[in-house]
């Protein structure tokens, strides 16, 4: 007898708490995150490569997806850092996405990546 096919519908979202850094971190250990971050930077618009740690402000003005966490292991400290999926192409960034450092002690977390964040709510149903 074949499988039913599982379908998934997105029934709403759910807000993750401001400027709350764990709760953005419990997020996406299940799912990509939707985030408001300030992207009127130099330093932001020109982002090459490597670990984000520059120049930016407080006030969210361009949507992305954070889509995981993880560390450095770069000597003598480890960074902690956010990954996220820009819109603006492949050629930004490493290959349309940035690693935002985390962890610096601001409320709203560098760029303000801890300020507007939500996630879908979907049920299953066969």
């Known amino acids: ?15 993750v708490p401001e400027n709350d850094e764990g709760s953005l971190l419990n997020a996406l250990a299940n799912q990509p995150v939707s985030v408001g971050i300030e992207a009127s930077s130099k330093d932001f618009q020109h982002y090459s490569g490597g ?16 889509v995981g966490y993880g560390s450095s292991s770069s000597s003598p400290e480890s960074v902690d850092y956010i990954i996220v999926k820009n819109s603006w192409g492949p050629k930004w960034g490493e290959g349309g996405y940035i690693r935002i450092k985390r962890n610096t002690g601001l409320p709203g977390g560098l760029c303000a990546i801890n300020k507007l ?6 049920f ?3």
């Open 124 to 126: 299953k149903t066969t």
């Open 1 to 15: 007898k074949a499988a039913a096919a599982e379908v998934v519908t997105i029934s709403g979202y759910q807000n």
């Open 51 to 66: 670990i984000f740690d520059g120049s930016c402000g407080t006030y969210p003005n361009h949507a992305v997806t954070a």
């Open 117 to 122: 964040a939500s996630f879908p709510i979907k």
